[in-house]
């Protein structure tokens, strides 16, 4: 059972556009929701995350928004550049001691020059 | 810093041997997993543990084993490889407490022939 659904599968954007990737969760118990960043050949790396205590969340030029009645969340890129180009993955957990991340499948983005 | 270090990072194994890929962290970490990752699938975590001499299974434990003896490493086993094996390992750690960033290594690639 995926807990975790994220789309698009795949995103091409071109440079100075914005990237928006869409997660939807199943789990109400949920209060944690990181995103990922993966460049190819590397493991991923956390690159912003939020609890359901705020709707948005910016950090440079990454944006999550939180709508908790819907259970969705997404990443937004904004002035994408081609160094953005990478695999994002959007994951939930419990926000608890020894609460396990569930991941999404994963959203390959291709920004052009 | 090392981080998260994962040993082989390459290897080729033909149908029903054997072989152990090994996990090290040398940032004290409470946790450590082992998630494989697969095309279109994200990743999947295959066990965890929790501290030193525990571990528990994950969403996809059929056909590993693990171990983790000494807190810094945390090794996967696979008894008899098969081709569903052919993936990419990822080794992950994280400090106990509640919503800590998880660092992965950067990957094994297994190809079982």
């Known amino acids: 059972q995926q807990q975790v659904k994220q789309s698009p599968q795949s995103l091409i954007v071109q440079k100075g556009g914005i990237s928006i990737i869409n997660c939807a969760y199943e789990n109400t118990a949920f209060d944690y929701f990181p995103w990922y960043q993966q460049f190819p050949g590397k493991g991923p790396a956390l690159l912003i995350a939020i609890r359901p205590d705020v709707s948005e969340k910016k950090e440079g030029r990454f944006t999550i928004s939180f709508n908790k009645s819907a259970k969705q969340f997404s990443l937004h890129i904004m002035d994408s550049q081609p160094g953005d180009s990478a695999t994002y993955f959007c994951a939930a957990s419990k926000d608890t001691s020894g609460s396990r991340l569930t991941f999404g499948e994963g959203t390959q983005l291709t920004v052009n020059p | 810093n090392a981080g998260v270090t994962q040993t082989p990072k390459f290897r080729v194994l033909k149908t029903g041997q054997s072989m152990t890929l090994l996990c090290a962290q040398d940032m004290n970490h409470e946790y450590m997993y082992w998630y494989r990752q697969d095309p279109g699938m994200g990743l999947r975590l295959i066990h965890y543990s929790v501290g030193e001499g525990t571990t528990a299974k994950g969403e996809v434990p059929d056909g590993y084993n693990v171990s983790r003896l000494k807190k810094q490493n945390f090794l996967l086993g696979l008894e008899s490889a098969a081709p569903s094996q052919t993936s990419v390992y990822f080794c992950?750690?994280?400090?106990?407490?509640?919503?800590?960033?998880?660092?992965f290594g950067e990957g094994s690639w297994l190809t079982v022939v």
């Open positions: 992950a750690s994280r400090p106990g407490g509640s919503g800590n960033t998880i660092y």
